[in-house]
């Protein structure tokens, strides 16, 4: 389990328009991670929407945003045009990058268990090193919490 103080794990991913997205060009930024379970669901919808609305306020801070799930390119493509995204979205199809970082977990919904991503949300600072990290989500509020932890570093 990741915490406070670890180097961030790497990762390349693809992001919606084709191209490669790897943490480490990101060094000397601060940079803001927020897995989400799935495209156009109504809380990953709203995030998405919320970190979209701010990321001009994150790149004042010298943050980065990322939004990550395990779609495809093309259903981050098609969520980000239907809901007007600004943020960069990346397909983490295989996993790994879950896994890297602890999100991918046992859940349990109307009776069932499944395994699913987390939705968590990862500040790095601009060494690489995780900054502050939130579990279990909720949306409301959330993009103003992270954009003061940005802004504080």
Not at 54 to 76: K, M, N, P, T, Y
Request: proline content about 3%; some cysteine.
């Amino acid at each position: 389990m990741l915490d406070v103080g670890d180097i961030a794990p790497e990762f390349t991913l693809p992001r919606d328009g084709g191209t490669l997205v790897s943490l480490s060009d990101l060094r000397g930024q601060a940079v803001v991670l927020f897995f989400y379970p799935r495209d156009d669901t109504p809380g990953c919808t709203r995030e998405s929407i919320g970190f979209s609305e701010h990321l001009q306020a994150f790149a004042e801070a010298g943050a980065q945003v990322l939004g990550i799930s395990r779609d495809s390119v093309a259903s981050h493509e098609k969520f980000a045009r239907k809901h007007g995204l600004t943020t960069a979205l990346l397909s983490d199809e295989n996993g790994a990058a879950c896994e890297d970082y602890g999100v991918w977990v046992e859940k349990k919904m109307y009776g069932k268990t499944f395994m699913g991503i987390e939705r968590s949300t990862y500040l790095i600072d601009a060494r690489g090193r995780i900054a502050r990290i939130w579990r279990k989500v909720k949306v409301p509020g959330h993009v103003d919490e992270v954009l003061q932890a940005a802004r504080n570093l």
